[in-house]
């Protein structure tokens, strides 16, 4: 049984800052590379940041700048830093292990911006 958990969703201040966190579980985490996703209302699913196994990061160039993604292989834990936070990051944030037929998602966690 693979599942994957988001934590660290909530309400802040423009300007402020957030860290998701996406805990594994039943998986071999370390090989796989681990990613951050958003959809808010109304819009498609799009990808935030990336990390391969090895270390390697990719980012929207919505985010560049202000996102850092990481991942601690012995606690199977993947992270995504939000700094210098907007109006427009608001959505719901999807963790997801994987790619293709190897992908799997977790229920996802909401990040809302707002004064």
């Known amino acids: 049984q693979v599942q994957l958990v988001e934590s660290g969703g909530g309400l802040v201040q423009p300007g402020g800052s957030l860290r998701l966190s996406c805990a594994a579980s039943?998986?071999?985490?370390?090989?796989?590379?681990m990613g951050w996703y958003r959809q808010a209302p109304g819009k498609q699913r799009e990808l935030v940041a990336a990390?391969?196994?090895?270390?390697?990061?990719n980012y929207a160039d919505s985010v560049k700048g202000r996102f850092t993604i990481s991942r601690d292989n012995a606690k199977n834990t993947v992270y995504l830093q939000m700094n210098s936070l907007k109006p427009e990051d608001s959505a719901v944030y999807y963790c997801?292990?994987?790619?293709?037929?190897?992908?799997?998602w977790g229920q996802g966690t909401l990040v809302t911006v707002s004064s």
């Open positions: 997801r292990r994987g790619e293709g037929p190897l992908v799997v």
């Open positions: 039943g998986t071999i985490f370390s090989i796989f590379t």
């Open positions: 990390i391969t196994s090895g270390l390697t990061t």
